[in-house]
């Protein structure tokens, strides 16, 4: 498994637990963990970019990315901690898995 997959797979899982904080009301901690695994997030964002570059067939869908990431940025400023939730789990978290099965 590549490097970069790796990467991606870590961040995913941290970014998971996250997400589970935030269903549980523990807005505080989740806060808090969300905050310290955004670097990571955004690394593996800039990791995905790249790796499109560097992989013709790769079907990664910037725009959609970027909409998710715009959308929960949205709902953190509204303090809509479980629309911020189901936009990370279900518009981000879902489709970079599914970019995962066509990494190496």
Do not use: N
């Not at 310290?36 to 790249?50: G, H, N, Q, Y």
């Amino acid at each position: 498994m590549g490097a970069e997959k790796q990467l991606v797979e870590k961040t995913l899982e941290e970014v998971r637990e996250s997400v589970d904080l935030f269903y549980q009301q523990k807005t505080g901690e989740a806060l808090q963990q969300f905050d310290a695994v955004l670097k990571k997030v955004m690394t593996m964002v800039d990791t995905l970019f790249a790796y499109k570059e560097d992989h013709e067939g790769f079907a990664l869908d910037e725009e959609r990315v970027k909409t998710a990431l715009t959308e929960a940025l949205g709902a953190l400023e509204e303090r809509d901690m479980i629309l911020l939730a189901d936009i990370i789990q279900y518009d981000f978290v879902e489709y970079v898995e599914e970019l995962l099965g066509g990494m190496e």
